[in-house]
């Protein structure tokens, strides 16, 4: 037990430490050629960069400022599908075709609302407590990048699902044989790596959402099409509302109508979460113990595994 715990943590500081590297390696390239080409066409004269305490200041110079969101875009761009092809060769999650047939239609709608009013209810929630969000802008910025947009909408969550949930929430299933530790830890560590104070708790709730229906459903692609939904929706309305709009709404309201239309919201979208995860348990069959190999393998509908079943009832009989 100590050795196959040893080696859960080793997977969660070499998933960590490799793509922080990833982003450092990119985010450096991209910046000196950023500062090289503003030296050899003139913008800049070398000596500007001498005085540079920090990286940070890099968007303060003429001509670097400009292109900093690009910079940041692309850097995530590629850091997101270097790690994916590392966690890939490594076998820590195989990237096949069968990642988009591993679940049935109907089971990936019901886990598809779920998620959706999840993320209302959550949003809500986090509202109640004065958590920072120190990201807002490089947010804005990346929203109104088209690269930008593309990686927090869509690449971004098809790495996070399959980093935090193939790789990091099914090694500890398959190594500790203990569902609910292993969706309750890559959810946490998830969502310390957003780094974002209100990112933390909200990325934390909803990664336990996502951790238990790919635990139920043995699908990332569930959780895949949910978390791009959440990204989404977040990216359009920071693309159509600014930073937010919600705000200026509710600021409208007394304190008291205010709390009481959070709390109702609130209520009605968690109560609808609920059923759709009772509707979502009772409609697939119990999961494999123990939890299958990295590759995506389908989890029969509760009619198939009846079928199969019956059909080695019958064939028991005949023998």
């Known amino acids: 037990m100590r050795k196959n715990l040893l080696k859960v943590l080793g997977v969660i500081a070499l998933l960590l ?16 050629v950023a500062v090289g080409y503003s030296i050899a066409v003139g ?4 000596d500007q960069f001498n005085d540079i305490p920090n990286i940070e200041k890099l968007s303060d110079i003429p001509g670097i400022g400009d292109c900093a969101i690009d910079i940041m875009a692309a850097a995530l761009f590629l850091a997101a599908l270097s790690m994916l092809l590392f966690i890939h060769f490594t076998k820590l999650f195989r990237l096949r075709m069968s990642l988009f047939r591993s679940i049935a239609f109907k089971p990936l709608l019901v886990s598809t609302l779920l998620v959706f009013f999840s ?17 807002s802008n490089e947010f804005q910025g990346l929203s109104r990048n ?29 190594r500790l044989h203990t569902p609910w ?28 959402v996502f951790g238990w229906i790919y635990y139920r459903t043995g699908s990332l692609m569930s959780v895949i099409v949910g978390h791009v939904l ?24 007394s304190p008291f109508a ?16 609920i ?7 009772r409609m697939l069959p119990a999961p494999p113990a123990p939890w299958h190999d990295s590759d995506e393998k389908p989890q029969p509908s509760c009619e198939s595994s009846e079928a199969s079943a019956a059909m080695q009832e019958n064939s028991s009989n005949v023998q």
Request: hydrophobic share 60%.
């Open 17 to 32: 430490i490799v793509y922080a590297a990833f982003q450092g390696i990119f985010s450096g390239l991209l910046i000196g």
């Open 43 to 46: 913008k800049v004269a070398p």
């Open 119 to 135: 993320m209302f209810a959550l949003n809500i929630f986090v509202q109640f407590f004065p958590l920072e969000d120190n990201l």
């Open 146 to 174: 088209l690269l930008g947009a593309l990686t927090i909408s869509v690449l971004g969550p098809v790495l996070e699902e399959v980093m935090f949930r193939g790789a990091m929430q099914g090694y500890m299933m398959r």
């Open 181 to 208: 530790a292993a969706i309750v830890t890559a959810s946490v560590v998830f969502g310390v790596f957003h780094m974002n104070p209100v990112q933390v708790v909200y990325a934390t709730m909803l990664g336990i």
């Open 230 to 253: 959440n990204n989404s929706i977040a990216t359009l309305t920071m693309l159509c509302f600014g930073e937010s709009t919600e705000t200026e709404i509710i600021e409208e309201l």
């Open 258 to 273: 205010e709390n009481v239309m959070s709390g109702i919201l609130f209520a009605v979208c968690a109560a609808i979460a």
């Open 275 to 281: 059923l759709l995860a009772v509707k979502l348990n």
